[in-house]
């Protein structure tokens, strides 16, 4: 009998995330001492395991305060940048998001974990392709993942409560704009490639749009087919 208890407690070890103290501590550490309040994103980025996000060579690299690659000329980005879009957005249960650049999937998850629906277009396919395959391996059923260009949104999901764009564009495409639902946010980083842009937040009220500077960020360039 004593064999089996120890046999259990072993296995219970073994199945434990590995990578959980070092996430705990990413949070903390990077993202509450940094400001970031919302008590909802915090509890996502406690729980998403950014380590299944990345190549499997970057995964003790996961938890590190910077974007790392993830090939195709691509980036993760830096946890406390998610952290941050995330928290600008205002992120509820029920609510039905857009992210334009799906990248490994992990902003993704992150929204999901909070969201009802994530929809989510990636314009590399071996990019959009990975990143389904971790979403469903990680067990996120409410997110879509669609290959193309960003560009055009997603007409037939549309409108959606908040729109989240991670690739920096020189200019806030209009399509975005009309897919956002009045009261609905969006964020943007908005500004010349391979140069530091501004982040965008824009606001939908009464139909008329308000957009506010929230400060300088660097992401790769929205790319067009
Ligand atoms: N949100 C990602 C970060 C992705 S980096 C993550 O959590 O990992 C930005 C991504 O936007 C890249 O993968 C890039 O290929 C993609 N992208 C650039 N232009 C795009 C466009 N027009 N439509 C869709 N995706 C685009």
Do not use: C
Not at 130 to 159: C, H, M, T
Request: overall charge positive; aromatic content about 8%; hydrophobic content about 40%.
């Amino acid at each position: 009998m004593k064999h089996i208890y120890f046999i259990m407690i072993l296995f219970a070890y073994f199945q434990t995330d590995p990578y959980r103290t070092e996430r705990l501590n990413m949070v903390k550490s990077q993202i509450e001492n940094r400001g970031i309040k919302n008590p909802l994103v915090l509890e996502a980025m406690r729980k998403v395991p950014r380590h299944l996000f990345v190549p499997e060579y970057q995964k003790s690299n996961a938890y590190e305060d910077r974007p790392l690659s993830i090939g195709d000329g691509q980036t993760i980005s830096q946890p406390y940048i998610v952290a941050h879009m995330t928290a600008i957005i205002n992120p509820l249960k029920g609510m039905k998001v857009l992210e334009i650049g799906t990248g490994s999937g992990y902003q993704a998850a992150v929204l999901a974990e909070i969201v009802d629906q994530v929809f989510t277009i990636e314009i590399v396919e071996n990019l959009g392709k990975r990143a389904k395959a971790d979403l469903e391996k990680s067990g996120y059923k409410n997110v879509f993942v669609k290959i193309g260009d960003g560009y055009q949104g997603w007409p037939s999901e549309a409108p959606f409560d908040a729109i989240l764009v991670t690739a920096a564009a020189e200019n806030i495409p209009q399509p975005l704009i009309d897919q956002l639902k009045e009261g609905g946010r969006m964020v943007i980083p908005v500004g010349k490639q391979g140069e530091v842009q501004d982040l965008i937040l824009i606001e939908k009220i009464k139909g008329k749009i308000r957009t506010t500077n929230l400060g300088a960020v660097r992401f790769v360039p929205f790319t067009r087919n």
